[in-house]
């Protein structure tokens, strides 16, 4: 817009049609971005009140927190903690216990959103332990067939000892109490069975797995 | 699916599921349609995590999933749309209307569907029904069949909708179930079946449900919830399996639609002019489609007869409004014909565009002051002005109408346009007109409320995460107090409790919930003007194609 073919006077438009009479000058040009936070010269008018008014906001912060209670609102497990603390390994268990409350119809789902999770905290923990278990056998390319086969027994025969007492009525009590003995009886197992070992195998972190299962469920504390 | 829409609805799906459906509902709304291993490694979290945050949105109607299109073999594709999560906006727009149409127990319903997705006729009714039983007196419960009443209301005027069924939609090779005979080639699938097009859409289940509403025993937490649990275990067959509900957001709209157009015609005429209108668009409810120009004619006998038994205004009197209402400038209502002493329709395309057109000049107003607000309307009504009519039109200054036309221009409110005289396009010989477009515009300003809405919510979650120590240790008290008042303490120890937060303390936090109030009140407001923007777009869009 500025003069241009050595130093013209000519402006690329023509200077009347579009208003500006001879000798005005141009606005100043910018140097800077403009602020972030322009003055404004018309005030906004305030909010409309009013009990409708109040009420739809109402309706909306109550809605709000009705959601984060509902089994839809996802949240992981959060595995950022500044300090591992003992109490973790029975917090933890708490949070997932919402995700499995809702039984989706699951005819309306495509079938590989299927996740066969009868108990979340336990198969989780089993699942992702086994896993990890596995994968670190075969980073480290040790294979002993007979662990891994009594491991997968046992686990199997823990879900199925699962399966067929969730069809219990009072499922919900005895699944709790045998939660608490499983666990414990399973962490001893795989814990100990590991490579026939003295020392409890979570102990040796080689890093390999640094991030790389995924850290819901967590037992164990990691060193 | 503009950036701004994007960013809207991944705040939006944050605060209602979390910061997981977040990252996956916006990698979808990015991308487009995506397959399951996709979206797993775009995303980067885990599978259970990403399969469960899928399951979240389809179960809220946010996603479609569908065959693959490279045939049947591929695995199934999930698609997103903007629209439906920008509805969450609108929920407690949604929630009141119920209330205000089918009371307390037509607002629980809406908002137990609204918060849940899909769910069977039996589950809401019991869950609303033990909802009102915990806020009535000891000893009063709600029965399921004034809940089962009331839910049949909603469906029979389509508040309340089936949900499609799918066909097959757990195997991979599904075909998606159009309405209409399917060629058995694999192409890609057009538009999703709407629930509209299947025959029992709004046909309301014969249900075997008998008893009232339970109380919630206030035992501890644990056995409640462990009571909660087996309730919900319960497989007790209801007669209605299988079929899902949803809200049907467009009979909404088409509600909250007649209600702005009965509410400007009281503002500009008068309460029995809005009473006329409010009869005629009532009549006309069943018979006009969601998508028509106006409204069946309806002979003024008709509209005559159909007024409400309060207003007995002689027949001569009732004529008239009309003809004053078909006169009006904003063209509201309109004759169709001299037969049955004037057939009368209403316009609804023209009265959304006039409504969005008020709109975009309250805009102007507010912003610009009311000098430029006359500029604008003058360009409205005349399209196409030179600089030198502008000023003689508006009766303004020349020096200020053409600072106020260049803020318009730099705006993007007012466009500029070029008429040549010459084919080389001199500039000493083109004519330059201003004009304003309303439909660009409208639209421009829609992606700004969208932005408005987004930046609201961001500057809202600040201010809680500035304050979240605060906040949490005002809840921990509350819970304490609630503890203490339900175990009986004396008051020495309620006050000994509450000094726990300190003065300067307790102003922080007044003034931070009097700011988060302010945002969310806000955010209600513009979301009143993105509906009429957008209705408005939308009316234009179906009229043209």
Redesign the interface.
């Known amino acids: 817009m500025a003069a241009r073919g050595r130093s013209r006077r000519t402006?690329?438009?023509?200077v009347d049609?579009?208003?500006?009479n001879r000798g005005e000058s141009l606005p100043p040009t910018l140097q800077q971005p403009t602020p972030v936070f322009p003055v404004m010269?018309?005030k906004?008018?305030p909010?409309?009140g009013g009990e409708?008014?109040e009420?739809?906001?109402a309706?909306?912060?109550d809605?709000?927190g009705?959601?984060r209670s509902?089994p839809?609102?996802?949240?992981?497990a959060a595995a950022l903690r500044d300090v591992e603390r003992y109490s973790d390994k029975y917090h933890s268990s708490e949070h997932t216990?919402g995700?499995m409350?809702w039984?989706?119809?699951?005819?309306?789902?495509?079938?590989?959103?299927r996740?066969h999770?009868k108990k979340p905290a336990r198969d989780?923990v089993s699942v992702t332990r086994s896993d990890a278990q596995l994968a670190q056998k075969k980073k480290k390319k040790k294979v002993r067939e007979k662990e891994e086969v009594l491991l997968k027994l046992e686990t199997l025969q823990k879900k199925e000892e699962q399966q067929s007492e969730e069809d219990d009525?009072n499922a919900?009590?005895k699944k709790k109490q045998e939660d608490d003995d499983a666990d414990g009886e399973e962490e001893y197992d795989e814990e100990e069975f590991e490579e026939e070992t003295d020392y409890i195998m979570s102990y040796f972190d080689n890093g390999e797995d640094f991030g790389g299962d995924?850290d819901?469920n967590m037992d164990e504390a990691i060193y | 699916m503009t950036a701004q829409e994007v960013r809207l609805c991944g705040l939006l799906l944050r605060e209602h599921f979390g910061e997981v459906v977040e990252k996956v509902g916006t990698q979808l709304l990015r991308s487009g349609a995506q397959n399951l291993r996709t979206i797993i490694h775009e995303t980067g979290l885990s599978v259970d995590l990403v399969k469960k945050s899928l399951m979240v949105l389809v179960q809220h109607g946010a996603c479609l999933f569908s065959s693959g299109r490279k045939g049947p073999g591929s695995p199934t594709e999930y698609r997103s749309g903007c629209d439906r999560i920008l509805r969450i906006l609108r929920y407690p727009r949604y929630i009141y209307t119920a209330k205000t149409l089918y009371g307390d127990t037509g607002e629980l319903i809406i908002e137990e569907l609204l918060q849940r997705g899909h769910m069977t006729m039996s589950g809401t009714v019991k869950t609303v029904a033990d909802r009102l039983t915990q806020n009535m007196e000891e000893g009063r419960s709600m029965d399921y069949s004034e809940v089962s009443s009331a839910f049949s209301k909603l469906v029979e005027t389509h508040f309340l909708q089936r949900c499609p069924p799918l066909a097959g939609a757990g195997t991979a090779d599904s075909t998606n179930p159009a309405p209409g005979a399917t060629p058995a080639t694999p192409s890609t699938p057009s538009a999703p079946p709407t629930p509209e097009s299947f025959p029992d859409c709004y046909k309301v289940p014969h249900m075997t449900l008998v008893g009232r509403g339970k109380r919630q025993l206030t035992a501890e937490d644990g056995e409640d919830q462990r009571n909660a649990k087996r309730q919900k275990m319960d497989p007790e067959a209801h007669g209605d399996e299988g079929i899902y509900w949803q809200v049907n957001f467009e009979r909404f709209h088409l509600h909250f639609r007649d209600q702005a157009i009965i509410s400007a015609v009281a503002n500009k005429l008068d309460q029995t002019s809005s009473e006329i209108v409010r009869t005629m668009l009532r009549m006309s409810e069943v018979t006009t489609s969601p998508a028509a120009t106006c409204t069946k004619p309806l002979s003024a006998n008709e509209i005559f007869r159909s007024l409400p038994a309060s207003y007995n205004i002689p027949r001569p009197i009732l004529d008239q409004y009309l003809t004053l209402l078909v006169d009006d400038p904003m063209e509201f209502v309109g004759k169709a014909g001299e037969s049955g002493g004037g057939m009368y329709v209403v316009n609804l395309h023209r009265a959304l565009a006039n409504l969005a057109r008020a709109t975009l000049e309250s805009v102007v107003q507010e912003r610009f002051g009311s000098r430029s607000a006359r500029i604008f309307r003058l360009l409205l009504r005349k399209r196409h002005l030179e600089q030198k009519q502008v000023e003689d039109f508006a009766m303004i200054p020349a020096k200020e109408a053409k600072d106020m036309l260049y803020t318009l221009l730099s705006q993007n409110l007012v466009q500029l346009q070029e008429i040549p005289k010459t084919p080389d396009y001199a500039p000493s010989r083109t004519f330059y007109l201003y004009t304003v477009n309303q439909l660009p515009t409208a639209r421009m300003l829609l992606q700004n409320c969208y932005k408005t809405v987004a930046n609201l919510i961001e500057r809202r979650l600040f201010e809680s995460k500035e304050s979240k120590r605060l906040l949490e240790k005002s809840q921990r008290i509350e819970a304490i107090l609630a503890s203490l008042q339900a175990s009986g303490a004396e008051p020495e120890q309620l006050t000994e409790v509450e000094e726990m937060i300190t003065a300067p303390e307790k102003q922080q936090l007044d003034g931070l919930r009097l700011h988060i109030n302010k945002l969310d009140s806000a955010e209600n407001q513009v979301d009143e003007t993105i509906f009429l923007l957008e209705s408005y777009v939308n009316s234009t869009a179906t009229s043209t194609s």
Do not use: H
């Not at chain 1, 049609?17 to 500006?20: A, D, F, N, P, Q």
């Not at chain 1, 839809?72 to 992981?76: K, L, S």
């Not at chain 1, 039984?103 to 959103?113: G, I, K, M, S, Y």
């Open positions: 402006l690329s438009f023509s049609s579009v208003g500006i010269e018309q906004p008018l909010l409309t409708e008014a009420y739809l906001l309706l909306k912060q809605f709000r009705a959601m509902l839809c609102f996802i949240q992981p216990d995700l409350d039984t989706p119809d699951w005819q309306r789902f495509p079938r590989e959103l996740i999770v989780g009525d919900e009590q995924s819901d």
